[in-house]
């Protein structure tokens, strides 16, 4: 008998629908049956792709970062390191807001009950934050940050955002301080915070702005670019 072919359309439609399952009802949600049926595929489809629920589970934790990696990937690399790293906080907004599912998986927002995530799934995770040290490397050695552990900074960084979005998503950002006002000022303070002067952080920044529309909001993988996210709305 021939090994059964793999779909390759059908393994991101399991991914997205396993993944909303979890955010919205919990893992007693995870079915083969009720994720083939709103894939429109088989049971077999899961078992080949994944090698069953658990293998679906670390596989949509894997999905989320390749995303976010995609993100990063658009994100190029200029003569102003502290506008480049800006870019790098204004694409992990605009894919948590592409595949908010999937960000709820990826960092435990959504309850994995019995399926299990372990450190080498993390570790997987952990290295898509390995342009953003490169960055603030760069900043570093341009000077404009003082001397200090650029893993450090990309933490900062990444525990800043992440908290913002994770508000955003959470409905909670509301005008005046909706998402977009209070990015702005939280990627500014952490700039000057690491040593960056007020004036040339706010350059940065501006800059970074006009980047947005090739660099992040024109790429969104899951909405058309008729609608963005747009930073400087």
């Not at 909303?20 to 792709?49: D, F, N, Q, V, W």
């Not at 450190?119 to 404009?144: F, K, M, N, P």
């Not at 002067?197 to 008729?226: G, I, Q, W």
């Amino acid at each position: 008998m021939s090994p059964r072919r793999r779909d390759p359309a059908a393994r991101p439609a399991l991914l997205d629908i396993a993944a909303r399952l979890l955010t919205e009802e919990g893992p007693k949600a995870l079915s083969a049956r009720r994720i083939a049926a709103e894939a429109g595929s088989s049971t077999m489809a899961l078992y080949t792709h994944f090698g069953g629920m658990n293998g679906l589970v670390r596989a949509t934790v894997h999905e989320g970062f390749a995303r976010l990696q995609r993100h990063f990937d658009r994100v190029h690399r200029t003569a102003d390191p502290v506008a480049d790293l800006a870019v790098l906080g204004f694409a992990y907004r605009c894919n948590a807001l592409d595949n908010p599912h999937l960000y709820g998986v990826m960092f435990g927002g959504a309850l994995l009950g019995g399926f299990s995530v372990g450190e080498e799934d993390r570790r997987h995770g952990r290295y898509t934050l390995t342009g953003v040290v490169e960055s603030a490397a760069r900043c570093i050695e341009a000077g404009r940050f003082r001397a200090t552990d650029p893993g450090l900074v990309a933490h900062q960084m990444w525990s800043a955002v992440h908290g913002l979005v994770t508000l955003e998503l959470g409905g909670y950002l509301l005008a005046p301080w909706n998402a977009e006002s209070c990015l702005l000022a939280q990627l500014t303070a952490l700039m000057v915070g690491v040593g960056d002067s007020p004036s040339d952080a706010a350059a940065s920044m501006a800059s970074a702005l006009l980047r947005m529309p090739t660099e992040v909001a024109a790429h969104d993988d899951n909405r058309s670019a008729a609608d963005p996210a747009d930073l400087s709305s």
